[in-house]
């Protein structure tokens, strides 16, 4: 992977999944950048969470109340769900990405190699998953 380097003000979009991992795993890289104050800005969006939260009931209940401290640390937008653009994603992953567009996140964050065919062809947001950003803010290229 080529790293570019990153804004020194980031604005990172958190996939369900990964704030889903953050609430299971609170030493995760994600919930401890969460926690921190530092160079990034966190957004959402109200579909993401609602996912989020169904599958942690389903599957972690006693995770929900980690889960909760933490959207005390994001911003959640509104879910865009009507768009126009031509995206080689299933439906259900769509209002994700139109979501972090919309909201000019420099990152969408996310463990869903779903998102790894927008890579390419729609760089912006850049589609990272936590190793990839963890991997470029120790390498420097955030600086």
Request: charged fraction near 20%; proline fraction near 6%; aromatic fraction near 6%.
């Given at each position: 992977?080529?790293?570019?380097p990153?804004?020194?003000?980031?604005?990172?979009?958190?996939?369900?999944?990964?704030?889903?991992?953050?609430?299971?795993?609170?030493t995760?890289?994600?919930?401890?950048?969460?926690?921190?104050?530092g160079?990034?800005?966190?957004?959402?969006?109200?579909?993401?969470v609602d996912?989020?939260?169904?599958?942690l009931?389903a599957?972690?209940?006693?995770?929900?109340?980690?889960?909760?401290e933490?959207?005390?640390?994001?911003r959640v937008?509104a879910?865009?769900?009507?768009?126009?653009?031509?995206?080689?994603i299933?439906?259900?992953?769509?209002?994700?990405?139109?979501?972090a567009k919309?909201?000019?996140?420099d990152?969408?964050l996310?463990?869903?190699?779903?998102f790894?065919?927008?890579?390419?062809s729609?760089p912006?947001?850049?589609?990272?998953?936590p190793?990839?950003?963890?991997?470029?803010?120790?390498?420097?290229?955030?600086?």
């Amino acid at each position: 992977m080529i790293h570019k380097p990153l804004p020194q003000r980031l604005v990172v979009f958190l996939d369900a999944n990964v704030m889903l991992s953050a609430a299971w795993s609170q030493t995760s890289f994600v919930a401890e950048a969460l926690r921190a104050a530092g160079p990034i800005q966190f957004l959402t969006c109200t579909y993401a969470v609602d996912e989020a939260r169904r599958n942690l009931q389903a599957k972690r209940p006693e995770s929900l109340a980690a889960f909760d401290e933490l959207l005390t640390r994001i911003r959640v937008v509104a879910t865009i769900i009507e768009d126009q653009l031509d995206l080689p994603i299933n439906a259900k992953d769509r209002p994700i990405y139109v979501s972090a567009k919309a909201a000019k996140a420099d990152i969408l964050l996310t463990g869903d190699k779903d998102f790894q065919s927008l890579a390419a062809s729609h760089p912006n947001p850049r589609i990272m998953t936590p190793r990839e950003l963890l991997t470029c803010l120790l390498a420097g290229l955030a600086e």
